[in-house]
């Protein structure tokens, strides 16, 4: 409905922005000759109909076409989509929150015993958060189809890291096998996830973290 809104205004613009010229046109026409403006006329009956046509011939298939379904993807096909978000482990070892704690501590005693005293927070400032990159591999019936980085976000990359990607896949039977690396490196996976999955025609399966389960899952 919205994209048969826009088509009808996008074309009754232009013909009232013409009718308005032809309007002006024959005033300053009349004016020019010295004529009185004369009655009111109404509208070109031959115009008004060639806008009209005008407007059914590019409305008409514009609201069929919305009416049809649409499909980023064959009807004999399925899709696997991996989507979630992933912190990924500090590149430093910095513990910022022990540090915190120790300033804290060392600020209340000194206060106690000197009541003067500043809180030190070049210490904490001088704290790196860089995350590592969030590394996935996705291997679907023992073949890789998917080996991505997805880097951090946030100005100093110590935000979390957003993953999503599709691959389709031929209805049946199959096996998925997701490798997840968070700490730099890929001696060892942080999280896997091996689990067989049936799809049908059109279906839509998706890998995703789960925070309550602690891990990758599929649905």
């Known amino acids: ?110 206060l106690k015993e000197t009541r003067q005293v500043k809180m030190n927070i070049e210490r904490i400032a001088n704290c790196p958060r860089e995350r590592h990159p969030v590394d996935v591999e996705l291997f679907i019936d023992g073949q890789k189809v998917l080996d991505r980085s997805y880097a951090p976000t946030g100005i100093k990359k110590d935000m979390a890291s957003y993953v999503y990607d599709e691959v389709f896949v031929k209805p049946g039977s199959h096996r998925v096998r997701v490798l997840l690396y968070d700490a730099g490196g890929r001696e060892k996976a942080s999280y896997v996830l091996d689990a067989a999955f049936i799809v049908k025609p059109a279906d839509v399966k998706a890998v995703w973290f789960d925070q309550k389960a602690g891990g990758l899952v599929l649905g």
């Open 1 to 110: 409905m919205v994209i048969i809104l826009i088509t009808f205004l996008a074309f009754l613009i232009p013909v009232a922005i013409v009718l308005w010229m032809e309007w002006k046109k024959k005033r300053e026409s009349e004016a020019r000759e010295g004529r009185a403006p004369g009655k009111k006329e109404s509208v070109s009956a031959a115009l008004v109909a060639r806008a009209s046509l005008l407007l059914l011939a590019v409305a008409v298939p514009v609201y069929l076409g919305s009416e049809a379904p649409y499909s980023f993807f064959a009807p004999d096909d399925a899709l696997l989509k991996i989507a979630f978000k992933h912190t990924g482990a500090k590149v430093y070892d910095c513990d910022e929150a022990g540090l915190v704690r120790q300033e804290g501590e060392r600020y209340r005693q000194e």
